[in-house]
């Protein structure tokens, strides 16, 4: 009797151990039955920095909830465009997602602070902002629209790219450029005499082929991925901004967490992000390296001082609160 239950133990072991092999090696295997099942928006491609760094969180997220949270992102805007898909997050029928600051520039409004034009010296400057204080700002007004962010994204260097070569901001007058959707990128592209027309960026490309739109704007890695570069064989160099990007959750999901998957959430998004910017700085580099090699002209925009100071317009209107100002003055005394 003794020995058959020995035995019956033992046989009970070797198959709990099966099983959680069976587990680590597919995941889905031990979904309890309590999971959630999140839905993630991604615009761009798997394999663009921000995918992976998407895939990264919801990876980290699954493994350290052992699956009672599983997420799944959608890559390519297959759950619809920015405009959309951020709307969605707020009504909570999209989860979680990776997004650019400026679609939120009319709803939130320090995000405008971080889209102006010519306010970051460079990528650790950026970091510094967005890491520290500004990004708590932003946090709060983003949370307040249903948002909640979790870690950022890096953006680029953004300039402008056109069917013809741009050289001085002289050249900018009349030119028909696609802007997201935000009023102040309206604005700064009218303090360039441009003529600017907010677009889904699905759409820029059959606009700049047709000629909607003779210009756009976005980094290296925006144009390459999407193959702007064939239809707008002119990249200039004006870095005239470079909003970055959050990777966030509906708030509605995030309320009815509890605090230990919070900061699994949190952790993860922070690891996440790390892999971004690692992949993104090379990215940079090599989609470069690839339009160059594809015939696009690069014109370097040596002196940026000429763009730079047809700006006042825009940082009187959107930096014009005293909160907003203090935000821009904060950014700018950073070392
Ligand atoms: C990209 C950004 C996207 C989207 C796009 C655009 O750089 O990663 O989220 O904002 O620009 O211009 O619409």
């Known amino acids: 009797m003794k020995a058959m239950r020995a035995i019956r133990a033992q046989a009970l072991t070797v198959m709990r151990a099966g099983a959680l092999a069976a587990a680590a090696l597919l995941p889905w295997a031990a979904t309890p039955a309590t999971a959630q099942e999140w839905r993630g928006w991604n615009i761009h491609a798997a394999d663009y920095p921000n995918g992976q760094g998407l895939d990264r969180f919801g990876q980290l997220v699954m493994q350290r909830t052992n699956n009672r949270i599983r997420m799944r992102t959608y890559h390519s805007a297959q759950l619809g465009q920015q405009d959309e898909a951020i709307q969605q997050m707020r009504l909570g029928s999209i989860?979680?997602?990776?997004?650019?600051?400026?679609?939120?520039n009319n709803l939130a409004?320090?995000?405008?602070?971080?889209?102006?034009?010519?306010?970051?010296?460079?990528?650790?400057?950026?970091?510094?902002?967005?890491?520290?204080?500004?990004?708590?700002?932003?946090?709060?007004?983003?949370?307040?629209i249903g948002i909640i962010a979790l870690a950022w994204y890096d953006g680029g260097a953004r300039s402008v790219y056109a069917t013809r070569p741009i050289r001085t901001p002289a050249d900018m007058r009349g030119l028909k450029i696609r802007v997201q959707t935000s009023d102040l990128w309206?604005?700064?592209?009218?303090?360039?005499?441009?003529?600017p027309t907010p677009l889904?960026?699905?759409?820029?490309?059959?606009?700049?082929?047709?000629?909607?739109?003779?210009?756009?704007?976005n980094n290296f890695p925006s144009y390459e991925s999407t193959r702007h570069f064939e239809v707008a064989r002119f990249y200039s160099t004006t870095e005239h901004s470079n909003v970055p990007e959050v990777l966030a959750v509906s708030r509605q999901r995030w309320q009815r967490l509890n605090e230990q998957e919070?900061?699994?959430?949190?952790?993860?998004?922070?690891?996440?992000?790390?892999?971004?910017?690692?992949?993104w700085a090379e990215r940079e580099r090599v989609s470069r390296q690839r339009v160059e090699a594809a015939g696009v002209t690069v014109i370097e925009i040596a002196d940026r001082t000429p763009w730079s100071?047809?700006?006042?317009?825009?940082?009187?209107?959107?930096?014009?609160?005293?909160?907003?100002?203090?935000?821009?003055?904060?950014?700018?005394a950073l070392p």
């Open 95 to 104: 989860d979680f997602g990776n997004f650019n600051l400026s679609p939120f």
């Open 109 to 144: 409004p320090s995000t405008n602070v971080v889209t102006l034009p010519f306010l970051f010296r460079n990528v650790a400057h950026l970091h510094a902002a967005i890491d520290g204080a500004t990004g708590e700002e932003i946090a709060k007004d983003l949370e307040a």
């Open 186 to 195: 309206i604005d700064l592209m009218r303090a360039l005499n441009a003529n």
């Open 200 to 217: 889904p960026f699905g759409e820029v490309f059959t606009s700049l082929q047709s000629g909607v739109i003779d210009a756009a704007e």
């Open 262 to 279: 919070r900061t699994i959430l949190r952790d993860a998004a922070r690891e996440s992000a790390a892999l971004q910017r690692q992949l």
């Open 309 to 332: 100071s047809l700006m006042e317009p825009v940082y009187a209107k959107y930096a014009a609160t005293p909160r907003l100002a203090g935000m821009v003055q904060a950014i700018r």
